[in-house]
């Protein structure tokens, strides 16, 4: 079966931090495009973080740029985003995804999402 586990959402306030992995099951990340979406409520679906195939290059959203940062671990096949300084505007469900490029169609595997609120 084909599909991630995604761990690590919660309830920080703001100017904190928390690291979301997903580990993927029945697939291979190495190789692969790497992203993280998210989707305010109210709002579509955005993608922040992507890691190009071949992972020479890196892509974030204006939004994010310089707090969080995507990597990914090939022994242990699983993904992460790590976010610092976080703000309120950054409450949303995250999305792990893999795919053959950083374009939202060609993503093929996605997380269920976790939840992240930055509240005080």
């Known amino acids: 079966q084909l599909h991630f586990v995604e761990s690590g959402g919660g309830l920080v306030q703001p100017g904190g931090s928390l690291k979301l992995s997903c580990a993927a099951s029945?697939?291979?990340?190495?190789?692969?495009?790497i992203g993280w979406f998210r989707q305010i409520p109210g709002k579509d679906r955005e993608g922040i973080a992507c890691?190009?195939?071949?992972?020479?290059?890196?892509n974030y959203s204006d939004f994010v740029k310089g707090r969080f940062t995507i990597s990914r671990d090939n022994v242990k096949n699983t993904m992460y985003l790590q976010m610092n300084n976080l703000k309120p505007g950054d409450t949303a469900t995250y999305y792990c995804?893999?795919?053959?490029?950083?374009?939202?169609?060609?993503?093929?595997?996605w997380g269920k999402g976790t939840s992240v609120t930055v509240s005080s």
């Open positions: 029945g697939f291979s990340l190495d190789t692969r495009a």
């Open positions: 890691i190009h195939e071949g992972g020479n290059r890196t």
């Open positions: 995804t893999a795919g053959t490029s950083c374009h939202y169609g060609a993503m093929v595997y």
